[in-house]
């Protein structure tokens, strides 16, 4: 729980930074959270073109398979 000590903090909106304050109550800048975001959803992007192309692949490779079963 937040307190406030004198009126300069209610005055100026800065909060008092406690054991129990989290990083967006006590004004820590979230830049690297949303780096951090950031870089995970290009990690998960490339793991969906990865499996995408894979998937792909044994589509491809089925069907030949089931061409050469139909020319025997």
Known sequence: MLTTRTSDHIRTSNNIRGPHS??????????HLDARRLF???????????????????????QGWCSRLRRA
């Not at 995970?40 to 089925?62: F, I, K, M, Q």
């Open 22 to 31: 989290c990083r967006t109550a006590t004004g820590f800048p979230l830049l």
């Open 40 to 62: 995970r959803e290009d990690a998960a992007l490339a793991t969906r073109n990865l499996r995408r192309a894979w998937l792909e692949h044994l589509w491809n490779r089925h």
